[in-house]
């Protein structure tokens, strides 16, 4: 039986890691083609490695989302290699918290650099290879419950996923007056245990002695937060992101899809 996105080219970024790589996993498993770019290269291509082992398709490269020449290159190597692009997922991102009186100017910029920069410098150089298949595509732009309401410790991030929400849907209504077919939507993530959370809370993975442990920290932090009770998993979102990838959503575009147990009805 074909697989939900059998065949489709998908370019993952941030794919190394948590869940950038449960997206290129789930693409793999449902049959598309997946080329997934991080600064982690060692566990990108153990990844790809991984995946191809298991029957699917997959290839790393490096890349670094902030800039525009890694862009460029990128997306002309999918097309050398694969003449197509169905499905970008802009998932690279990083979470810098603390107060916004103590935040460095440097810090604030490398945080909207890579969350809103690198998603408008994918928007911009992959929609032309999109457009040159004249059978669509899917964009999917990884924001947060961040992107949707304030964190008094985030500041920054909220401003820079507050961003790639509208400007989401600024692009779907672009594409939508070009009848490209392309379809553009936003993820919004509540609580999921990936390592970026050691950045923002200062946890660590299990067995770090310096820094309390990551799982727990989130199962207390969700068990009163989040209605369904308990934090998510990669695997929640990248679920998600696959039904976004598909046709199954053709339909939908502009779209906020929260994946968050609750947490933003609050
Ligand atoms: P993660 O495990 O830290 O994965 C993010 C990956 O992106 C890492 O491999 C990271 O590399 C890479 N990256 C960072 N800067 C990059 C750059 N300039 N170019 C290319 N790759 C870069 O975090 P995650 O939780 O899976 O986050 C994925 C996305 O989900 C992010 O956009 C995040 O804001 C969003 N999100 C996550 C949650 C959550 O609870 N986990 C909630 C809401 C939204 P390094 O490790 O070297 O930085």
């Given at each position: 039986?074909?697989?939900r996105v059998q065949g489709k080219v998908a370019l993952v970024t941030?794919?190394?890691?948590?869940?950038?790589?449960?997206?290129?996993?789930?693409?793999?498993?449902?049959?598309?083609?997946?080329?997934?770019?991080?600064?982690?290269?060692?566990?990108?291509?153990?990844?790809?490695?991984?995946?191809?082992?298991?029957?699917?398709?997959?290839?790393?490269?490096?890349?670094?989302?902030?800039?525009?020449?890694?862009?460029?290159?990128?997306?002309?190597?999918?097309?050398?290699?694969?003449?197509?692009?169905?499905?970008?997922?802009?998932?690279?991102?990083?979470?810098?918290?603390?107060?916004?009186?103590?935040?460095?100017?440097?810090?604030?910029?490398?945080?909207?650099?890579?969350?809103?920069?690198?998603?408008?410098?994918?928007?911009?150089?992959s929609i032309p290879l999109m457009r040159a298949s004249g059978e669509?595509?899917?964009?999917?732009?990884?924001?947060?419950?961040?992107?949707?309401?304030?964190?008094?410790?985030?500041?920054?991030?909220?401003?820079?996923?507050?961003?790639?929400?509208?400007?989401?849907?600024?692009?779907?209504?672009?594409?939508?007056?070009?009848?490209?077919?392309?379809?553009?939507?936003?993820?919004?993530?509540?609580?999921?245990?990936?390592?970026?959370?050691?950045?923002?809370?200062?946890?660590?993975?299990?067995?770090?002695?310096?820094?309390?442990?990551?799982?727990?920290?989130?199962?207390?932090?969700?068990?009163?937060?989040?209605?369904?009770?308990?934090?998510?998993?990669?695997?929640?979102?990248?679920?998600?992101?696959?039904?976004?990838?598909?046709?199954?959503?053709?339909?939908?575009?502009?779209?906020?899809?929260?994946?968050?147990?609750?947490?933003?009805?609050?």
């Amino acid at each position: 039986m074909a697989g939900r996105v059998q065949g489709k080219v998908a370019l993952v970024t941030g794919g190394s890691s948590g869940i950038g790589r449960a997206c290129a996993e789930r693409l793999a498993q449902e049959g598309a083609i997946v080329v997934l770019t991080d600064l982690q290269d060692e566990k990108g291509q153990a990844l790809a490695a991984e995946i191809e082992a298991n029957g699917g398709k997959a290839q790393y490269r490096h890349q670094d989302v902030t800039s525009e020449q890694e862009w460029i290159d990128t997306v002309a190597a999918i097309k050398a290699d694969h003449g197509r692009l169905d499905i970008l997922v802009n998932n690279a991102g990083i979470g810098i918290s603390g107060s916004v009186l103590d935040m460095a100017l440097s810090d604030f910029q490398r945080q909207v650099a890579i969350n809103l920069d690198g998603v408008f410098l994918g928007v911009k150089h992959s929609i032309p290879l999109m457009r040159a298949s004249g059978e669509g595509g899917s964009i999917i732009n990884m924001s947060s419950v961040a992107g949707l309401k304030g964190s008094a410790i985030l500041a920054g991030y909220c401003a820079t996923k507050g961003g790639v929400r509208l400007f989401t849907k600024a692009v779907a209504m672009e594409c939508g007056n070009a009848k490209d077919g392309i379809r553009v939507n936003s993820v919004h993530p509540g609580i999921i245990e990936t390592p970026i959370w050691d950045d923002i809370i200062g946890t660590g993975e299990a067995g770090d002695n310096a820094r309390p442990p990551r799982a727990q920290v989130l199962d207390a932090m969700s068990a009163e937060a989040v209605p369904l009770g308990g934090k998510g998993y990669p695997l929640d979102i990248a679920n998600g992101v696959l039904w976004l990838a598909s046709e199954e959503s053709r339909y939908v575009t502009g779209a906020e899809l929260v994946i968050d147990g609750g947490l933003s009805v609050k």
